[in-house]
């Protein structure tokens, strides 16, 4: 599926990632967070990521996850969310703390808001920058292979899909091995992140980040991994404006779909978060590529050849 053919006329799905995350800004509250993501799905998405309130407990960050889900859902039940993490019970550790299916996914569960869950299989860094504007320092995320393959058993068992997040080309190499031997749960997404100019997290912090660059070549470096994956594939830059890239036009004319929202740009666009999705539906209306919504996002997600060759 994951070719250098065009694909015009298949649906495209568009996931939103609507917490600023800005250092020394405000938290965004739930009630914001919930409005946010309504928005964003009246505007044409059929994703939404959010962040919660890290400064909270274990338990009071499960309940605002769960309320916030049920928010969202309550208007949009077909919605497709999923948030960021909380710690584990081994939460002393270094690592690896935030990948348990018990810390969050079954509390979500059983409450019915579990739509969808991040998985980012090996490690990355983040780059953090000195006074010389050098990254000397470095933050470390994702989850060991142990934990992704339990992670993946899980969304299996409940039969929930996957958003799998890809930093590093060796990540995806995980991602193909477990495809190929058709582990994941249907309507799972493979997320080719790029690395931008500026530093998550920040506002228009110039820095090091990660991984390849947001360009056409760096996809097409992904897409020949991905030759004998059967599965749907978007693009999102963390740290820069995906719609002001040529990557965002050539990744819909192959058939991929699009994450965008504040999240990601790191203070790069004065778009809102529903702003975002409104031009991402305009893209691919020039492209000539209708939006998929509600329940046939999720269609469109388990049947990717099909909906290719649409």
Not at 45 to 61: G, N
Not at 104 to 116: H, I, K, N
Not at 186 to 203: E, H, P, R, T, V
């Amino acid at each position: 599926m994951a070719n250098s053919e065009k694909h015009y006329g298949a649906p495209v799905v568009i996931e939103a990632a609507v917490t600023p995350l800005r250092k020394g800004a405000p938290l965004q509250p739930a009630d914001v967070t919930i409005a946010e993501a309504k928005a964003c799905l009246a505007a044409g998405a059929a994703v939404i990521h959010h962040h919660h309130d890290f400064r909270l407990s274990r338990e009071e960050a499960t309940q605002q996850i769960v309320d916030i889900g049920r928010g969202i859902l309550d208007a949009y039940p077909s919605a497709l969310i999923y948030p960021d993490y909380i710690a584990g019970r081994d939460s002393d550790r270094a690592i690896g703390r935030r990948y348990q299916p018990d810390a969050l996914l079954q509390p979500m569960y059983d409450a019915g808001v579990l739509r969808m869950f991040a998985l980012d299989p090996g490690f990355t860094l983040f780059g953090q920058m000195d006074a010389e504007g050098l990254p000397s320092a470095s933050v470390t995320g994702g989850a060991t292979y142990a934990e992704s393959d339990a992670m993946v058993a899980f969304g299996r068992k409940v039969g929930v899909p996957i958003s799998i997040g890809v930093y590093e080309p060796g990540n995806l190499r995980w991602i193909r091995a477990y495809a190929r031997a058709g582990k994941f749960p249907a309507g799972s997404i493979i997320k080719l992140y790029f690395g931008g100019d500026y530093l998550m997290g920040q506002d228009r912090v110039p820095g090091v980040t990660f991984g390849l660059a947001p360009t056409p070549e760096s996809l097409d470096t992904y897409l020949g991994m991905l030759a004998d994956v059967d599965m749907p594939w978007c693009v999102s830059v963390q740290g820069g404006a995906l719609l002001d890239l040529p990557l965002a036009r050539y990744a819909l004319e192959l058939g991929g779909h699009l994450r965008v929202g504040v999240e990601d740009t790191a203070g790069c666009t004065t778009l809102t978060n529903a702003q975002t999705v409104e031009a991402a539906v305009e893209l691919a209306r020039q492209v000539g590529r209708p939006i998929a919504r509600g329940a046939e996002a999720l269609d469109v997600l388990k049947r990717p050849h099909a909906a290719l060759a649409a």
